[in-house]
């Protein structure tokens, strides 16, 4: 898979700018195996993403409306707290932080709660680089769990970001000419984040069920993503049939769809997330399945997806999936019922079209 051959830096852009986000999480994790490299490594990790703590950033504001009494001292910024902390203690607040944000990214993605307000800080905490006992003979699986941490931690910056500038409220109805150059930036960075992966953590992309989980929900979450890039170029189609016979909004569109059946192909594959995945993991199902089933609707994405018995398959594989998971949440109950109806309604749109016989 690779980015888009127009993908062109973010200062290029019109409208928002698209802020680079790399991570050489291998860098970080190897030079934070020592405890004297520890400091060193958090610095060349938050350098990677452009994070690097700044002691010279701006107190945060207080609480207080009425603002700071002059004869207090200033409020210490949470960046320099946080470096004033022993080496094992800041690595836990950071690792604190980072699991509160992935966490509180993930609900919001999929709910309409209330922020908590801890996002903004995402650019002056340090990245976890390792604990002082984990040396350069600690096991293969707690360097391998670090670099995991490392790569969620990129992966979410970069869906935040896709969300903010593809569908937050102001930039929603971009149109498709000035929404292309954004998503190749977009898609390149994605491709970066893959390539910076630990070999240990790199994941093919043929189609094959993967025994290793680490492998398996990052290869997920980074089709999830692709998803949402391209996804915009389906809502256009699905609005007006014509962009369908434009040769850039079609092979789009073929992105956005294989990055959906990818999810749906091993639909096991979910169960390699256990429960924060599981839910998370039904809801994409549900999400890529509908995608799909318009697509099908569609004569010109028709054309882009595989033989409708293979998709007719998926689909119930789906459905068979969700069945499992109904009875731990209302929500999934409801997803559940949802994909039916619409596999109902979909058959029978196809038979009385005469795109099905």
């Known amino acids: 898979m690779t980015s888009s051959p127009e993908a062109s830096p973010s200062s290029a852009l019109p409208g928002p700018s698209v802020p680079q986000l790399t991570i050489n ?52 910024s949470a960046v320099s707290q946080t470096a004033l902390l022993p080496t094992s203690s800041r690595e836990l607040s950071e690792r604190v ?5 992935l966490f509180e990214s993930d609900l919001l993605a999929e709910l309409d709660l209330p922020h908590s307000g801890i996002i903004p800080f995402e650019e002056s905490i340090g990245l976890p680089c390792g604990f002082e006992m984990e040396d350069e003979d600690s096991p293969a699986g707690v360097r391998d769990d670090l670099w995991y941490f490392l790569a969620e931690i990129a992966l979410r910056r970069l869906l935040n970001r896709v969300s903010h500038l593809i569908y937050s409220d102001v930039n929603r109805e971009r149109s498709i000419s000035t929404l292309g150059p954004i998503v190749g ?26 025994n290793n989980p680490i492998q398996t929900v990052l290869r997920l979450r980074y089709f999830a993503c692709r998803t949402i890039i391209f996804r915009p170029y389906i809502h256009a189609v699905l609005k007006d049939e ?3 016979m434009d040769t850039v909004v079609r092979e789009n569109c073929r992105k956005c769809l294989e990055a959906c059946l990818r999810q749906l192909e091993h639909i096991t594959e979910h169960h390699a997330g256990h429960m924060p995945y599981l839910w998370q ?25 595989p033989p409708a018995d293979n998709i007719d398959k998926m689909l119930k594989d789906v459905i068979t999936e969700l069945q499992h998971y109904a009875h731990l949440a209302p929500s999934l109950k409801l997803s559940l019922e949802l994909v039916q109806e619409a596999e109902e309604r979909r058959r029978y749109f196809l038979r009385e079209s005469g795109m099905r016989l």
């Open 185 to 210: 930036e977009l898609d390149y960075q994605l491709t970066q984040w893959y390539e910076s992966l630990p070999l240990a953590l790199q994941f093919p992309h043929h189609r094959v069920q993967l």
């Open 25 to 76: 999480t291998s860098d970080a994790v190897t030079n934070g195996n020592n405890a004297s490299n520890g400091n060193e490594a958090a610095r060349r990790a938050s350098q990677a993403t452009g994070t690097e703590p700044s002691l010279t950033r701006p107190d945060m504001e207080r609480a207080d409306s009425q603002g700071p009494d002059p004869g207090d001292p200033a409020p210490m």
């Open 97 to 101: 932080f980072w699991n509160a944000l």
């Open 281 to 305: 993991g039904a809801l994409s199902m549900v999400s890529q399945s509908l995608l799909v089933m318009g697509a099908t609707m569609s004569p010109s994405l028709a054309a882009v997806l």
């Open 242 to 244: 014509k962009l369908g």
